[in-house]
T-cell receptor, first 114, second 111 residues
């Protein structure tokens, strides 16, 4: 157990639907990052939150949104789902001490859009 | 933007040494990280280089040359369990910066 908890582990839904992925960071970590991993795109950075505030945006579609709550857990909302959104979605957290300690990734949510 | 290039596949036998190279182009650079990912699993942190030179952690070492925008991961005394994907990632945004990953190198270790 890495200390980063993601739920659900698997999600199957239809096109056009909306889903919410949840992430609880490792205790003490203030930064949360969301990544999408698909076969043809590798690990794509979506968005970063630090202590409740959005810090950086990457290749996140307008149909996707995220937030970090006061208890530091984060949610990634995916709407108007398309077949191409099928992927592994990872959440990672990091200590404020710096990247030399690395990100800690959760086990991911495998989203299948049918 | 940024781009990272690493070989898509590498194969080696148990006990051998393998080097996985990574070249990058990025606006803003704070360091280079390496992650390991087994099939279907979460990426796990291996090493981080912010300064030029070699960092050694057990059987794994990582090297960075900032002037050449180049780094590599060196895996020694390969074991079957080292079969996995290895990703290099650039840190573009200071100490809390987000990482941008390469497409990964699939390492297969044969007995």
């Amino acid at each position: 157990d890495s200390g980063v908890t993601q739920t659900p582990k698997h999600l199957i839904t239809a096109t056009g639907q909306r889903v919410t992925l949840r992430c609880s960071p490792r205790s003490g970590d203030l930064s949360v990052y969301w990544y999408q991993q698909s076969l043809d795109q590798g690990l794509q950075f979506l968005i970063q939150y630090y202590n409740g505030e959005e810090r950086a945006k990457g290749n996140i579609l307008e149909r996707f949104s995220a937030q970090q709550f006061p208890d530091l857990h984060s949610e990634l909302n995916l709407s108007s789902l398309e077949l191409g959104d099928s992927a592994l979605y990872f959440c990672a957290s990091s200590t404020s001490a710096g990247p030399n300690y690395g990100y800690t990734f959760g086990s991911g949510t495998r989203l299948t859009v049918v | 933007g940024q781009s990272l290039e690493q070989p898509s596949e590498v194969t080696a036998v148990e006990g051998a040494i393998v080097q996985i190279n990574c070249t990058y182009q990025t606006s803003g650079f704070y360091g280079l990280s390496w992650y390991q990912q087994h099939d279907g699993g979460a990426p796990t942190f291996l090493s981080y280089n912010a300064l030029d030179g070699l960092e050694e952690t057990g059987r794994f070492s990582s090297f960075l040359s900032r002037s050449d925008s180049y780094g590599y991961l060196l895996l020694q005394e390969l074991q079957m369990k080292d079969s996995a994907s290895y990703f290099c990632a650039v840190n573009r945004g200071s100490t809390l910066g987000r990482l941008y990953f390469g497409r990964g190198t699939q390492l297969t270790v044969w007995p």
